[in-house]
């Protein structure tokens, strides 16, 4: 049995939940209204999970589309790791469930938390545990249902997110060089506050008084992660590219974190990607955290803006404060 070389993106999948909120529906809760949103975030909708409709259910819709894309079952996965900030529950992992659900007779799996930089963290477990010997497939999935844990008093915040997951199933190759060649990781707890859920942990737990006080909700201090994100999120790619000796005319697609146009237009626009190169869907989808990444990989993908032998991209960052950088040749 020949020796495993590389990990390779074998397949690529995502769903929304079928309800769409609008700017204009934003308009009738808080004050707002579409000019303002789509001029600050460059959103117009967002998808909001169903009630009785969770994050695991959203990681297996996304996990199957992306097993039926690498034409594999999931009896041939050994690995599921979940990137989410909105688990179904504290535990057990909602790894477990996917596994349950998705009918998986025998794996490993886990949580990960890093926030919007979650999904290229476990892009980095997976290539890491394939490389190892631990697991063969591992199935790598970013979901979220944001909606539940959104302040919808707060007019700043509440446009910004949405629900959705996308997935990967990555598995080793004998070749080198190919698949993911290239992940860098960061986190700088000095920024932990600026990104936060104040209730719901260990250190605040959750009392009558605080979910009258909408501390079991996002905060987010804008003006600060907006500096740190046009920063990091060129810096990232910077770093990406010398790493792997690439130029702009090498990377067939930048597939960032979608936070905001004004953040991804700054940032990327400024190291001379022309905007055919820079995936964004946050117009629809808005901020979906974990699943932001791999549900705009996925749609590249789909619209045939990645082909076979593209170098692609991937950045984020978001809570912790957490980033995330990987470099996929597809």
């Not at 769409?20 to 909708?45: A, H, L, P, Q, Y």
Request: charged content about 20%; some cysteine; proline content about 3%.
């Amino acid at each position: 049995m020949k020796s495993i070389q590389s990990v390779k993106v074998v397949g690529t999948g995502r769903y929304v939940p079928a309800r769409v909120m609008t700017n204009e529906d934003f308009s009738k809760i808080v004050e707002t209204n579409d000019e303002w949103i789509t001029s600050r975030t460059g959103i117009k909708e967002r998808h909001i999970a169903a009630e009785g409709e969770f994050t695991s259910d959203l990681a297996v819709a996304a996990a199957r589309a992306a097993l039926a894309d690498a034409k594999l079952t999931p009896a041939d996965i050994d690995l599921v790791i979940v990137s989410t900030i909105t688990p179904d529950y504290i535990f057990p992992a909602t790894a477990a469930l996917v596994q349950h659900k998705l009918g998986i007779p025998k794996c490993g799996g886990f949580d990960l938390e890093a926030a919007c930089s979650g999904f290229v963290y476990g892009l980095a477990m997976g290539r890491g545990a394939i490389m190892s010997g631990i697991a063969r497939r591992a199935l790598v999935i970013g979901a979220e249902t944001l909606s539940r844990i959104t302040n919808y008093q707060d007019r700043a915040s509440c446009i910004l997110f949405g629900d959705g997951a996308g997935a990967v199933v990555l598995e080793g190759r004998a070749e080198p060089d190919q698949g993911i060649i290239y992940c860098q990781l960061g986190i700088d707890g000095v920024g932990a506050e600026l990104m936060i859920t104040p209730a719901g942990g260990t250190r605040n737990q959750v009392t009558a008084a605080g979910l009258e006080a909408q501390e079991n909700k996002m905060v987010i201090h804008g003006r600060e992660v907006f500096r740190f994100a046009v920063e990091k999120m060129q810096a990232l790619v910077q770093e990406a590219m010398a790493a792997c000796h690439l130029t702009v005319d090498d990377v067939a697609m930048v597939v960032p974190h979608q936070v905001n146009t004004r953040i991804i237009d700054s940032a990327v626009g400024r190291l001379g990607f022309p905007p055919e190169k820079i995936m964004v869907n946050i117009q629809k989808y808005g901020n979906t955290s974990a699943a932001s990444v791999p549900m705009a990989l996925a749609q590249a993908r789909e619209e045939g803006r990645i082909r076979a032998g593209d170098a692609v991209i991937l950045v984020a960052f978001g809570g912790g404060l957490s980033w995330a950088s990987a470099v996929v040749k597809f």
